[in-house]
């Protein structure tokens, strides 16, 4: 198995789809913190579903799903760009989340909660998405939601995730959305998802994508398209670090010093360690003192 995500049509139905299967990307993600067990499987279902979205959408930048929450989970964040490149982070609190076993539902994770999605392409601006977390307790239902609600399209979608305990982690999922079409037509999207819905998560996880899709729809005449990869990788830099310390009051990055010795920031996303001086500190204000802006 490899990371895959494979886009297909159907040359006698206005649908189109997408299946994806990480592996390697979602260990990298995995391997950056002690995620507890069930927050492992909302992470892998909301990768899955940001690489399904962001090739559905075709743009240049990147899709930001975040989730926010009042519950054990706080925060989950996913960037997937137009280049393939993945990561992921998320903040929960340590005692609560004990208390929720595997197959807990998202909604009781989250507490209130609400749902992002942000667009923000390479040029352009950038445009944000909002949805209520009361509208499904998965994370499936909800992204469907969105698409109903936000972008007026049929959107079905199937994700799964290695049992928490397995040594082999792997995320998976796969989407099919209606396209534009005459009203005789419908038919035609709703044979295809039932037969979608037989589709077990062990064969998202397990087997090639191209021996999913044929078991599903060998008798539908699917086209399938060349196969891109997915991977980890992650944006932060010393220079975005710096810029981050720069929009911050001179005088709170001088308590710090005082304090500390440096200022030491670890990437949420990678755990990468950046530190900054008392020298480096001086050279970052040195050309705007007054305003702390981004040069």
Same mark, same amino acid.
């Given at each position: 198995m490899k990371d895959i995500l494979e886009r297909f049509l159907f040359d006698k139905a206005p649908v189109r789809g997408e299946l994806v299967q990480l592996d390697a990307t979602y260990k990298e993600v995995l391997a950056r913190h002690q995620y507890p067990l069930v927050l492992q499987r909302i992470i892998g279902e909301l990768m899955a579903a940001s690489a399904l979205l962001s090739a559905m &959408?075709?743009?240049?930048?990147?899709?930001?799903?975040?989730?926010? #929450?009042?519950?054990?989970?706080?925060?989950? *964040?996913?960037?997937?760009?137009? %280049?393939?490149?993945?990561?992921?982070?998320?903040?929960? %609190?340590?005692?609560?989340?004990?208390?929720?076993?595997? +197959?807990?539902?998202? !909604?009781?994770?989250?507490?209130?909660?609400?749902?992002?999605?942000?667009? %923000?392409?390479?040029? #352009?601006? =950038?445009?944000? #998405?909002?949805?209520?977390?009361?509208? +499904?307790?998965? *994370?499936?239902?909800?992204?469907?939601?969105?698409?109903? =609600?936000?972008?007026?399209?049929?959107?079905? &979608?199937?994700? @799964?995730?290695?049992? !928490?305990?397995? %040594? /082999?982690?792997? !995320?998976? #999922?796969?989407? &099919?959305?209606?396209?534009? @079409?005459?009203a005789d037509e419908t038919q035609s999207y709703e044979h295809l998802v039932t037969l979608a819905e037989t589709v077990k998560p062990e064969e998202l996880l397990e087997l090639p994508a191209r021996e999913v899709l044929y078991r599903l729809f060998h008798e539908d005449s699917v086209r399938v398209f060349e196969p891109t990869t997915p991977r980890f990788a992650c944006?932060?830099?010393?220079?975005?670090?710096?810029?981050?310390?720069?929009?911050?009051?001179?005088?709170? *990055?001088?308590? *710090?010093? !005082?304090?500390?010795? /440096? $200022?030491?920031? $670890?990437?949420?996303?990678?755990?990468?360690?950046?530190?900054?001086?008392?020298?480096?500190?001086g050279a970052l204000y040195a050309d705007s003192p007054a305003t702390g802006s981004v040069q």
């Open positions: &959408l075709k743009f240049d930048g990147t899709l930001i799903m975040q989730m926010h #929450g009042t519950g054990a989970v706080q925060l989950i *964040v996913i960037e997937f760009t137009s %280049d393939r490149t993945m990561r992921a982070t998320a903040r929960w %609190d340590a005692d609560k989340i004990q208390t929720f076993g595997p +197959g807990t539902s998202l !909604a009781e994770l989250l507490g209130r909660g609400r749902f992002m999605i942000t667009l %923000d392409p390479t040029v #352009g601006e =950038a445009y944000q #998405g909002v949805v209520g977390m009361e509208r +499904g307790q998965s *994370v499936a239902q909800i992204i469907e939601h969105y698409m109903s =609600a936000s972008e007026q399209l049929e959107t079905r &979608l199937w994700l @799964a995730c290695s049992d !928490a305990k397995s %040594d /082999n982690k792997m !995320a998976a #999922g796969m989407m &099919l959305q209606k396209m534009p @079409a005459e944006s932060c830099s010393r220079h975005r670090v710096a810029g981050m310390i720069k929009l911050m009051e001179r005088d709170e *990055v001088d308590e *710090v010093l !005082a304090e500390r010795g /440096n $200022v030491h920031i $670890v990437c949420d996303f990678c755990g990468k360690e950046y530190e900054f001086d008392a020298v480096d500190i």
